[in-house]
């Protein structure tokens, strides 16, 4: 007997980002969880190797007889296994006949019962010209691909619905029951998460879920126009406008940067979500991540969109960009105590100028933004957009 050639099958994985829910509201009740984590089949079609021995009256066999078979998964089940089977020879003369299933000519898909995978091994008679024979069939493993993890835990606690949720079995099929609106509370048992799938079980009895996407996400607006991307930040052709409401149920990290899921494999960068308008009241250079001068700036008195507020090398800034940021200290202030009474000043032809008549009091306290700045050769900090007042009046 011949030695059968055996196909190869690559299974290509994607890398995933690891997605974080959003954060929301502590829950109204809560138990203390259980879990259980467990490998289930996973629908869709999966080839496998086969391997053939013990072919009876020593039959010399074709090259590509048997290569390979596909195996059907369906509701988590083996439901079928197919195999292509070429004629003996290229003539056409003889064929072969499994389980009364005839091959003549070129190839003909033979059917076996999902069983048969399960078995490990398939016992199949051969008739070859009339003559009776058997061969002992032996599928390969599946794939890794054709399993996903499923995880389950039980905890009692009250959720509210965010937006009309489907209701599913425990398969991660859509049911026939009503589904359930927007602001609706409702108790959950536990939670069942299939894959990267997660569902909240809610009821104690039967098997019904809703998915979490529609309980624990919030709808954002946009601050800015945002282009949806997929996970590999591939750009998609849907976009949407600033001031558009969307809804987001999880972030992941793509790239090193935030981004907010809206749906499968559809993402948009969380700076278009997340910003808040400041004023920036002291001009300021714009600095990357690494604290390298940009050619841009910021100039005194704009509001600008910023992303928060994060330290770099012990010094807080605010990010207005993917790799933007400007200091902190230009927004926010310092807090300074007068050792004088002070006038306020503003410019006026280069020159320092009385602002109105406002006296600030000795001993009170300022809010001084950035460093001091020159006027004439005379130092004052800012404090406030166009008003100054003398270094030499501070402590």
Do not use: W
């Amino acid at each position: 007997m011949k030695k059968l050639s055996k196909s190869i099958v690559t299974a290509l994985s994607l890398a995933t980002a690891s997605l974080s829910v959003i954060p929301q509201a502590a829950p109204i009740q809560a138990a203390a969880t259980k879990a259980k984590t467990s490998k289930e089949y996973k629908d869709g079609s999966y080839t496998v190797m086969v391997t053939v021995e013990n072919l009876g009256n020593n039959i010399d066999i074709p090259f590509n007889f048997f290569p390979s078979a596909t195996v059907t998964i369906k509701k988590h089940k083996i439901s079928s296994i197919s195999i292509d089977v070429d004629d003996i020879d290229d003539a056409g003369l003889n064929y072969v006949q499994v389980n009364d299933e005839v091959a003549i000519s070129d190839k003909k898909t033979l059917t076996f019962d999902g069983s048969a995978y399960k078995n490990g091994l398939q016992n199949a008679d051969i008739n070859i010209n009339g003559d009776q024979s058997y061969c002992n069939i032996t599928f390969g493993d599946l794939p890794a691909s054709a399993y996903e993890t499923v995880t389950e835990t039980s905890a009692t606690v009250k959720k509210v619905v965010k937006r009309t949720a489907a209701v599913y079995d425990r398969n991660g099929n859509k049911t026939k029951g009503k589904a359930l609106k927007a602001g609706k509370t409702v108790t959950t048992y536990g939670t069942l998460t299939r894959g990267n799938v997660k569902y909240y079980k809610i009821s104690k009895a039967s098997g019904k879920y809703v998915q979490s996407s529609d309980i624990d996400g919030r709808y954002i607006t946009l601050k800015n126009a945002a282009t949806v991307y997929t996970q590999s930040l591939e750009k998609t052709r849907t976009s949407y406008k600033k001031g558009k409401k969307v809804y987001a149920y999880a972030y992941a990290i793509l790239g090193g940067e935030k981004y907010y899921k809206l749906g499968t494999d559809q993402y948009i960068s969380a700076l278009s979500a997340d910003g808040r308008y400041i004023k920036v009241m002291h001009s300021s250079a714009v600095y990357s991540k690494n604290l390298k001068k940009t050619t841009s700036s910021v100039a005194e008195g704009k509001k600008i969109l910023t992303f928060g507020r994060t330290t770099i090398k012990n010094k807080k800034y605010y990010q207005t960009g993917y790799n933007s940021f400007i200091s902190a200290s230009n927004v926010d202030g310092t807090s300074r105590t007068l050792k004088k009474n002070a006038y306020i000043y503003k410019k006026s032809h280069g020159k320092a100028v009385r602002y109105k008549k406002y006296v600030l009091k000795k001993y009170s306290q300022k809010q001084t933004y950035g460093g001091a700045v020159s006027i004439k050769g005379k130092k004052y900090y800012i404090v406030g957009v166009g008003q100054y007042v003398t270094k030499s009046s501070f402590r």
